[in-house]
């Protein structure tokens, strides 16, 4: 089994509302398709939900009424995002199933507190890839706050062990630097205890309400810990995601234990 997560920067325009890219989805879920590996997907929000969610700063937690509109409009948006995911996968002819964060997890100051994953196994079991999403949820301390997609991929290797963890990024992977400011940026091949060092001066040239890049290195290492291996790769460049779902040298980030 392989967890895979379509980064938000990926499949739309984080700078642009609601913009989904359906070709690249479209060929992403192709490559899955080509590999024959059996998944679980998540994906991020992108611009269906990090802008309005960053005006409302619903990351943190209920402050005043207006927040409770901004919150139905974001569950919305990523609802329908997931609905043009989904459809991509049906299109390719992989039988896959919606499963909403907020239906089966609770937060607790902004970290996932409880997860029910027996529904998501009983499709995987049948032969349905699971689909899920960074979205809002409800929250035992702050009322509401966000689940982000890295967040659920860590609940799910925890949940399932599996064989890989793969996030499908807009760039190769980590930088020494911003890659986009800096043209001296240089890839760092493997993350570890003694490489993290160097990611320090890597910068998110977006505003992220789910952690940016140390949020997600993070969590990043706390799945390598489990023992599975986690990889960042370019989904914009075509074959990456499939010759890494078939344990084929591809350019990337591998993040390992820090320990």
Do not use: W
């Not at 890989?164 to 911003?178: L, M, P």
Request: charged share 25%; proline share 3%; hydrophobic share 45%.
């Amino acid at each position: 089994m392989f967890i895979i997560k379509f980064g938000g920067s990926v499949i739309t325009d984080k700078r642009r509302k609601n913009t989904f890219d359906a070709a690249r989805t479209g060929r992403l879920v192709s490559e899955i398709n080509l590999a024959h590996k059996k998944t679980i997907v998540v994906h991020g929000a992108g611009s269906f939900g990090h802008i309005l969610a960053k005006k409302f700063e619903l990351h943190m937690g209920f402050k005043k009424q207006e927040q409770i509109r901004a919150l139905a409009e974001v569950q919305r948006d990523v609802k329908e995002l997931n609905l043009m995911v989904l459809n991509a996968f049906l299109e390719n002819e992989i039988s896959a199933v919606s499963l909403a964060p907020s239906a089966f997890l609770l937060n607790e100051n902004g970290l996932v507190k409880s997860m029910e994953p027996s529904l998501m196994k009983g499709y995987f079991d049948m032969g349905i890839t699971p689909i899920s999403f960074g979205d809002v949820v409800l929250d035992e301390a702050l009322k509401f706050s966000i689940c982000s997609g890295d967040q659920l991929m860590l609940e799910f290797a925890r949940a399932f062990h599996p064989e890989k963890a793969i996030f499908v990024a807009d760039i190769d992977g980590i930088f020494t630097s911003d890659p986009a400011a800096d043209p001296n940026a240089e890839l760092i091949p493997v993350i570890n205890g003694d490489s993290f060092p160097a990611v320090k001066k890597t910068e998110s040239t977006v505003d992220d309400v789910t952690g940016g890049i140390f949020g997600k290195l993070d969590i990043m290492f706390k799945i390598a810990a489990l023992g599975v291996e986690t990889l960042i790769v370019n989904g914009t460049v075509e074959n990456r995601l499939k010759d890494a779902l078939s344990d084929k040298e591809v350019i990337s980030t591998r993040i390992e234990s820090k320990n």
